[in-house]
């Protein structure tokens, strides 16, 4: 299970190295919406192979909560983390991406389904002043990174911190396989008003080979591969010790930036990343304890 849990972590990290590379290709609206097409039609195929035809007696509410789930958590998800990836660094990327959780904690703490506590909060002001330092702290000579991109993956993480709350309120009525082939469906028709004219205009003879590695890699390693390594873990280990590899994700990240793509690791970027990982530690240790 560990193994399982390091490779999937592996496989998100590196997702931002092959994102950065698809983007090129494809143009991020073209990307956000064959990532989740592909995902989508992986998705189907397990569960026709594993289900046979499903039979859904679901009501016009259980559609309209999962149309919510769906948007905020991959149509918006993507459409802001695509887009800011091709503005600013991996390494920013994986760090602003790690702070998912202490998003989803001050959400859940503000919608008054989890109790304040000052280690909560201050864990979360830290992670947020790391943030904050690393965005506005000016560009640096070389780097890739950008305060607009920064801002635009912030966005996506509040997105998917939204979904988190949204999907712990529907999971015992389905089950993974199932909520994921549902909401990757849906997801991927919602998207297609935002990125049909931009997959119009994608030259297909001249994508590279490189872009169509990273497509590939984003939809059966980075999403689907990855997520059901995820789920699978969380049946056989403790989430303490799942959310454990998370901390992985940013440092995998920005060390293949650095390897396969030449990006700078800068004592800035190692100091303001330390920092938000710490915040994130103390907001997700009071959290865990509390659930002990």
């Known amino acids: 299970m560990h193994v399982l849990m390091f490779l999937g972590t592996v496989f998100w990290a590196a997702n931002i190295v092959a994102g950065k590379e698809a983007v090129n290709g494809f143009g991020a609206m073209g990307l956000a919406q064959l990532r989740l097409a592909g995902a989508a039609i992986l998705f189907a195929v397990l569960f026709l192979a594993w289900r046979g035809w499903p039979e859904l007696h679901l009501g016009g509410r259980q559609w309209l909560v999962l149309l919510g789930v769906a948007f905020n958590g991959l149509t918006l998800n993507q459409i ?3 887009n800011g990836l091709a503005r600013t660094s991996v390494a920013h990327t994986g760090l602003i991406v790690a702070i998912g959780p202490v998003m989803t904690l001050a959400l859940a703490c503000l919608m008054r389904l989890e109790p304040f506590t000052l280690p909560k909060l201050l864990g979360m002001l830290m992670s947020i002043v790391g943030v ?4 506005l702290g000016g560009q640096e000579p070389g780097s890739t990174a950008h305060w607009q991109g920064d801002l635009i993956v912030l ?5 998917f911190a939204y979904f988190t709350i949204q999907v712990k309120e529907i999971a015992n009525q389905y089950d993974t396989l199932t909520l994921n ?4 469906a849906l997801g991927c028709l919602l998207m297609i008003p935002f990125a049909v004219r931009s997959v119009m205009q994608i030259r297909w003879a001249k994508v590279t ?3 169509w590695g990273g497509l590939a890699f984003m939809i059966v390693l980075g999403t689907v591969v990855a997520y059901l390594f995820y789920a699978f873990a969380l049946t056989e280990l403790a989430a303490s010790r799942v959310a454990a590899f998370n901390y992985l994700q ?5 060390l293949l930036g650095a390897w396969l793509l030449g990006e700078s690791m800068t004592p ?6 330390t920092m938000i990982l710490l915040g994130v530690y103390l907001a997700e240790r009071e959290r865990g304890e509390e659930g002990q």
Do not use: E
């Open 268 to 273: 800035r970027v190692i100091v303001r990343g």
């Open 209 to 211: 080979p490189g872009a």
């Open 132 to 135: 904050a330092m690393l965005t």
């Open 80 to 82: 802001c983390f695509i």
């Open 155 to 159: 966005a996506g993480s509040a997105s």
């Open 250 to 254: 940013p440092v995998v990240a920005a």
């Open 181 to 184: 082939t549902l909401t990757f």
